[in-house]
């Protein structure tokens, strides 16, 4: 049971170039968020997926797009890459019934220069 | 609006000594309240909750918490601090009542500092 699993764990982008994070969870969670950390203010959640075939808007969703291909994978794009999206990416995902706790993914890295 | 605040940026205790990481919310209804511990590179990692019962809420690695509706606080506690404990320290809370997509806010976490 690996839990909810993201690759890739670094990675560099120059500014401009595109990106794809991806996410799984294998607890059979219906609702997948992705946040991004910054120091000093915490996490914010940029898209979160209810359930499968649904994907919402967080607090700053500008720059990112996401697809919930299935009800374990919820993927997280960057089209076009800025510096200002230097960060770390966390996948969550939650049962969304009656356990409201979020279990967390290890991270991804991304530096844009 | 929901809100969390944790007014420590910083909690420095001797090991074996007991802990409190403070917590306090700002929701419309009655909250849902969560700690989450991050280690260094890691994810955050859930350690207890509070959605109704017991004000005292016990969760994982011998830490719990109390919910304090008047004074609108959950602290986190436990009685005698490990040199392992030293991590980063995150409380959430979700307002069940406020419709729609229940959102969870995050505090912006408290480093916890255990001195051997």
């Known amino acids: 049971n690996a839990g909810v699993t993201q690759t890739p764990k670094f990675q560099v982008l120059k500014t401009g170039q595109s990106m794809t994070l991806q996410c799984a969870q294998d607890m059979n969670h219906n609702s997948m968020y992705w946040y991004r950390q910054d120091p000093g203010m915490g996490l914010r959640l940029i898209y979160y997926?209810?359930?499968?075939?649904?994907?919402d808007k967080g607090e700053v969703p500008n720059g990112y797009n996401v697809s919930r291909l299935n009800k374990r994978e919820f993927s997280l794009r960057l089209e076009s890459a800025a510096p200002s999206q230097t960060s770390v990416y966390f996948c969550?995902?939650?049962?969304?019934?009656?356990?409201?706790?979020?279990?967390f993914g290890p991270g991804t890295r991304l530096t844009v220069t | 609006a929901q809100s969390v605040a944790q007014p420590e940026d910083q909690v420095n205790v001797a090991e074996g000594n007991p802990l409190t990481v403070k917590c306090t919310y700002s929701?419309?209804?009655?909250?849902?309240l969560f700690w989450y511990v991050q280690y260094p590179n890691r994810g955050l990692q859930f350690l207890l909750k509070?959605?109704?019962?017991?004000?005292l809420v016990k969760g994982s690695y011998g830490f719990e918490a109390e919910f304090n509706k008047s004074q609108t606080s959950f602290h986190l506690k436990k009685p005698s601090a490990l040199v392992s404990d030293s991590a980063l320290y995150f409380c959430?809370?979700?307002?069940?009542?406020?419709?729609?997509?229940?959102?969870?806010?995050f505090g912006i976490g408290t480093k916890l500092q255990v001195i051997p």
């Open positions: 959430a809370v979700r307002d069940p009542d406020s419709g729609g997509y229940q959102k969870v806010t």
């Open positions: 929701v419309s209804g009655n909250p849902y």
């Open positions: 509070y959605i109704t019962g017991d004000n």
């Open positions: 997926s209810a359930s499968e075939g649904t994907t």
């Open positions: 969550a995902s939650s049962s969304g019934r009656s356990s409201y706790e979020q279990y």
